[in-house]
Every structure is written in structure tokens, then in C-alpha cells.
């Protein structure tokens, strides 16, 4: 079999066949260096075994950021690039076909402009070591650097991310049923060994059948230690942020907290069962469909707001504790099991779920806009990117047609705002 393809409960890193010892004969990055591809082996291998046996909550090893080097490879010296499957905010996601074990996989190239190597080492250390849990994207033990490209290289999602998969009313509830079961094991997971994400969106979820039996969380660029301060994270949709770090002063670090994913992720089952997100922001000074949850959340009115209603009583209550914005008493994101066989969606609402109704609204958030259309025109993004994001925006119910012009005009003006505060970000270690 493959080595590549080996399923994760057996994959060991000895017997990973692509690894960092296979790029031995190229140049390390720091020619003084010892060879530091042999102390990653070494390193990951204890750090496996570890993480295996290690049940205590601070995740121990796992914690630890090894000390590693990547040697120097041009991509197109082993692998030929099939497809270019994406560009994130960071990185650029290639298919390609890796010519001494004839099999596909994806390298993501993240820019080192756009990261440094601390931070690129992190991700992969994260991305590699939570690969054993099945609803968690895998990585292999390779890394590169290439160029400008700091790489490492992933298994293959066939269907993409949910965002690509979901349409303008939603998924059926069977089909959200099927992935809050699986993203929360793998949250779960995430947070027993206390690691935030930090980033979950439809984006960061990739699909591996198209009934949705596997799906995958993907995208560690963000995973920290819980209890680190941290800055927020600007590249992201601000419809997903919680109230606590939109309200986290601009600039001043925040702890960031298990109770942040679980937040994300209760925007996300809003998102799928309905094919919007609920409100602009959470914010419930200058967001009146936040400020109507949250009191409805506080019981201080029985009114369930308008773009509740369309769900059970029963999933109210789920809601209620998810999205509550006292992150002490926010439920865990294992909470939701505790639901599964309930009804989610109020059989006795006959109205369409399809109604893009929050578009005013949406499409004044010319960051989220931007980030997008920065991102990936700014890019020379491939015709497959567009249409994604086009699709992307009808599903967050943002504007389509606008006018380039006036769009490239508020990109610029978006990144001149942000030029000020570049580097903050991200988080210290
Ligand atoms: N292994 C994979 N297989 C298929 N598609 C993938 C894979 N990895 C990433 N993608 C696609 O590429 C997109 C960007 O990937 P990723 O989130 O890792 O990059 P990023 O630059 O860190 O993103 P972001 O913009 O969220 O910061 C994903 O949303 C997904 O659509």
C-alpha cells in the first residue's frame, strides 16, 4: 500500500515513506546546521508515541514546538503540480502527483512574507501531530522550503470545503447532524488536549463524501495553547468572531479560550442548517439581530427572534447554550451529541430557508468583502477561485455584482487601514 495512503491508526512516522530523510540530499536551509532532518524524525516519533498515551488535559509533548529546520527543495524537482486547488488568506493549496511514489497529495505553500518560520513550524507541528483523529485532516511528515514558499504536504480532499458545498437553504438536517457529530469528536479532541483553533468557518472543513459521512477539520494556522494571549485574527469572517474577542479592545491581547471554538461552531450549524449566518456581528450595540438572540440567550424576553424560529424548541435550547455570551457558561462543543436524535428544524415552519435576507446587512461588511476579493484578485486567481468565492458570497449572502471598480477601490482603502496595525495578528508563542 501507498505509504502516503496508509490509514492513520498505522501510519507511524519510521514507516512514513516520503519524509523529511528523504530530502536529505538536498542542502539544509542553515548549511552549519546539523542535519536537522534526522532530530525531526527523531523528535516527531517520541512526540507521537506521546501524544498516543498521554491522557492528561495539558496535552504535554504536544505543547512543545520542536526546534526544526527544513531543508531546501524546488517543488518541481519530486512533484508535478496538477491543480491549483485554492489560495487562502496565507497559503496556496496545490494538487500535485509525487513522482517517486507515484501518488497525489496536496502542498500547502505559505508565503514566508506572509509568515514567519516560528509560525509556519507551528502549523505544521500542530497539523501533523492531531493527524491520527480521523475527523482531522492529514498531514505527512514532510516539510520543505521552496523559494518564497515555506511547504508541507496533506492528504486530498476530493470534494473541497463546505462552503463549496453548501447552497443558498442550507444542507439537509440529517447531513448537518452527520458533521456536527464529526467536527465536535475532533474539537473535542482538539480541546482535550487543550488547543483552540481559532478559525472554524465552512472554509476549514473539508469533504471527503459527498453525503458528508466524512468530513475533516483542516487550516492549524491559528491553533494555539489554551490559556496564550493572543490578538485576533484580522483574515477571518467577522460573522464567525464571539462577542468577547469582538470586544476585546483593538490591539490589546486577549486569553483565548476553549469557549471561542464552541462560539464558532454554533455559528457554523447556523450556517448549515440554514445557508446564512445569523448575524453580522456579534455585537449587540450596533447589531440588532445579536441584540435580539442575546436577550432572548438571557431570558430577559420569551420572543424568539425572527431568524430563530425556523428551528425546534428543542434545538433552541442547543442554541441558547452554544452561542451564550457569557463565555462561563457557553456549553462544550460535545454538547451537541446530546441532541442528535431530536428534530433541529421546526417541521411546522413551511417558509423557505432560502430567503438571502440579511443581505443589506452582509454586504456592508466591506472587511469580510475585502478579505475575500483581496485575496484571491489580487492574486491572479484561477477562474475556479471566482466562482468559488462568488458562491461563497451568496452563501454568506454578500453582494455579487458589484461594480470592480468601486471593489478594488475599497480594497485599497482596506489595506491602507490595516497597513497600521500589519503584524498583529498573530500570537506569540
Ligand atoms: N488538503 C486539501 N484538499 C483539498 N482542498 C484543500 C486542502 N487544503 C486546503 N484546501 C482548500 O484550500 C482552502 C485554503 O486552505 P487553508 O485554509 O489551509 O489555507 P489558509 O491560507 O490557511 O486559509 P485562510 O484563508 O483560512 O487563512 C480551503 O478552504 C480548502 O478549500
Known amino acids: 500500500m501507498c505509504k502516503y495512503h496508509q490509514t492513520k ?22 548549511s552549519n546546521t546539523p542535519k536537522r532532518s534526522d532530530s525531526c524524525k527523531l523528535s516527531y516519533r517520541n512526540s507521537v508515541k506521546s501524544l498516543k498515551s498521554n491522557s ?9 514546538i520542536p526546534d526544526l529546520d527544513v531543508p531546501y527543495m524546488e517543488i518541481n524537482k519530486e512533484y508535478d503540480i496538477l491543480k491549483n486547488i485554492a489560495e487562502g488568506c496565507f497559503a496556496k493549496i496545490y494538487l500535485v502527483h509525487h513522482r517517486p511514489i507515484k501518488t497525489n497529495v496536496v502542498l500547502k505553500a505559505i508565503h514566508t512574507e506572509l509568515t514567519s518560520f516560528k509560525e509556519f513550524i507551528k502549523e505544521f507541528h500542530y497539523s501533523y501531530q492531531l493527524s491520527h483523529h480521523p475527523n482531522i485532516l492529514s498531514s505527512y511528515n514532510v516539510a520543505f522550503q521552496s523559494n518564497d514558499y515555506f511547504v508541507f504536504a496533506q492528504e486530498y480532499a476530493p470534494y473541497g470545503d463546505l462552503a463549496a458545498n453548501l447552497g443558498p437553504g442550507g444542507l439537509h438536517e440529517s ?6 457529530s464529526q467536527l465536535s469528536s475532533a474539537l473535542g ?30 487550516d492549524f494556522g491559528a491553533t494555539t495553547k489554551e490559556g496564550t494571549l493572543v490578538a485576533k485574527i484580522k483574515h477571518t469572517w467577522k460573522n464567525f468572531l464571539p462577542p468577547e474577542v469582538i470586544e476585546s ?32 456581528k456579534a455585537d449587540w450595540v450596533n447589531d440588532a439581530k445579536y441584540a435580539a438572540f442575546k436577550k432572548y440567550e438571557e431570558r430577559k424576553t420569551t420572543k424568539i427572534p425572527e431568524n430563530f424560529s425556523k428551528f425546534s424548541p428543542r434545538f433552541l435550547r442547543a442554541f441558547r447554550k452554544i452561542l451564550c455570551h457569557n463565555t462561563e457558561d457557553r456549553a462544550k462543543v460535545t454538547e451537541v451529541m446530546k441532541y442528535m436524535k431530536d428534530k433541529w428544524m421546526d417541521s411546522k415552519i413551511t417558509t423557505s430557508k432560502s430567503t438571502g435576507n440579511i443581505l443589506g446587512q452582509a454586504a456592508s461588511d466591506q472587511d469580510s468583502i475585502c478579505v475575500y476579493l483581496n485575496n484571491r484578485e489580487s492574486k491572479n486567481s484561477l477562474d475556479e477561485n471566482k466562482t468559488r468565492l462568488r458562491r461563497l458570497m451568496s452563501t454568506y449572502c454578500l453582494e455579487t455584482s458589484l461594480d470592480q471598480n468601486v471593489v478594488k477601490k475599497r480594497i485599497w482603502e482596506w489595506i491602507l487601514s490595516c497597513e497600521e496595525g500589519h503584524g498583529d495578528d498573530v500570537e506569540g508563542y
Not at 492528561?56 to 512543545?64: A, M, P, S, T, V
Not at 483593538?250 to 442548517?273: N, P, V
Request: aromatic share 8%; glycine share 4%; hydrophobic share 40%.
Open 189 to 218: 479532541f482538539m480541546h482535550s488536549k487543550s488547543l483552540v483553533h481559532r478559525d472554524i468557518k465552512l472554509e476549514n472543513v473539508l469533504v471527503f463524501a459527498l453525503d458528508f459521512s466524512r468530513v475533516k477539520l483542516c
Open 56 to 64: 492528561n488535559k495539558d496535552g504535554g509533548i504536544l505543547h512543545q
Open 9 to 30: 491508526s498505522t501510519m507511524k512516522l519510521s514507516e512514513t515513506k516520503l519524509d523529511t530523510n528523504q530530502l536529505s540530499n538536498r542542502s539544509s536551509l542553515k
Open 175 to 180: 447531513s448537518v447532524k452527520s458533521i456536527a
Open 249 to 280: 479592545v483593538k490591539h490589546e491581547r486577549f486569553i483565548c479560550r476553549t469557549s471561542a471554538d464552541s462560539w464558532q461552531f454554533g455559528i457554523m450549524l447556523y450556517s448549515l442548517l440554514t445557508g446564512n449566518v445569523p448575524w453580522r
